[in-house]
């Protein structure tokens, strides 16, 4: 096996770095545009690297780590696009590129579902990368209806191989992911909106009326502890919370990974993660139901 460590791309509010942090793995260096999601990570992890630009990341830097992920903007598929033109680009060909200066030892790809999966798979077949995707949702976990394909890969076929043998299974005999996707009673996905009234987003009845989701309530429904947002706007939350990766089934992916490459779920140094079925209940404080 190659170093332990990890690299965040697109790292936002550091959903995979929890998940790694849970996991035992050290991120040794974020790349994150958004300001207001540095000024978080410098204030959550002081002392780690943030490279502002992925098309200024040499991955030369960082080459033979254990671990890369990315969460590279979807703009285009997602469907919690509004109808106005996106600001963003598409940045899947320089994460690409990272990865193919980096060589680490596994790469991790969360993005919406997509046509488009096969062809990123495509170009990690040209590094030399085997890949599996592996269709993932967040519902039964922290309530929130978050549909997710993540890419593996490693250059190893064996380990792949080894990796969807050790995929967690859940109380009806299914994999925790799977490629099948079902219908699940839960909040809708969670978009960037603070307060918009659409026909796609969800809502909370908390015993007076109905109302957008909370500051802490986006938290707990995108997977992040209490307070992992202090100090933000409501509307920055909600926009850092509708990018985020959720923790909980990143680490669940980074856990078999680990088994995958040979080593046993260590004994973790922080809290290992809050992974509980959801009960049906809303995560706010006055027991609402979501509408």
Not at 40 to 61: A, N, Q, S
Not at 191 to 202: E, I, N, Q, S, V
Not at 238 to 261: H, L, S
Request: glycine share 10%; net charge positive; aromatic share 10%.
């Amino acid at each position: 096996m190659m170093g332990n460590g990890h690299i965040d791309l697109f790292s936002g509010i550091g959903g995979f770095t929890l998940a790694c942090q849970w996991a035992g793995i050290e991120t040794e260096v974020f790349c994150e545009s958004d300001k207001r999601c540095q000024d978080f990570l410098r204030r959550t992890y002081p002392g780690v690297p943030i490279i502002p630009d992925i098309r200024e990341f040499d991955g030369t830097k960082w080459r033979g780590r254990f671990l890369l992920t990315c969460g590279d903007p979807c703009p285009i598929r997602s469907k919690a696009r509004s109808i106005w033109k996106t600001k963003s680009p598409d940045l899947s060909g320089y994460a690409l590129r990272v990865v193919g200066t980096s060589r680490p030892e596994w790469v991790l790809r969360e993005n919406v579902p997509a046509s488009d999966d096969v062809d990123f798979c495509a170009a990690l077949g040209l590094l030399g990368y085997t890949t599996v995707i592996v269709s993932a949702n967040s519902a039964k976990i922290t309530a929130q209806n978050r549909e997710r394909d993540f890419i593996m890969a490693n250059r190893d076929p064996g380990k792949i191989y080894r990796f969807i043998n050790t995929l967690p299974i859940i109380e009806n005999g299914k994999r925790y992911a799977e490629t099948k996707r079902e219908k699940t009673p839960a909040y809708p996905v969670l978009t960037t909106h603070p307060c918009r009234w659409d026909a796609r987003d969800g809502y909370i009845w908390d015993g007076r009326g109905i109302r957008v989701a909370d500051s802490q309530e986006r938290l707990t429904l995108a997977g992040f502890p209490r307070g992992w947002l202090d100090g933000f706007s409501k509307t920055a939350v909600a926009k850092m919370t509708g990018n985020a990766v959720v923790p909980q089934v990143a680490y669940e992916i980074v856990r078999a990974i680990k088994e995958a490459d040979g080593e046993s779920d260590p004994a973790h140094s922080n809290s290992t993660p809050p992974i509980r079925p959801w009960t049906g209940r809303c995560p706010g404080g006055d027991g609402g139901t979501s509408a």
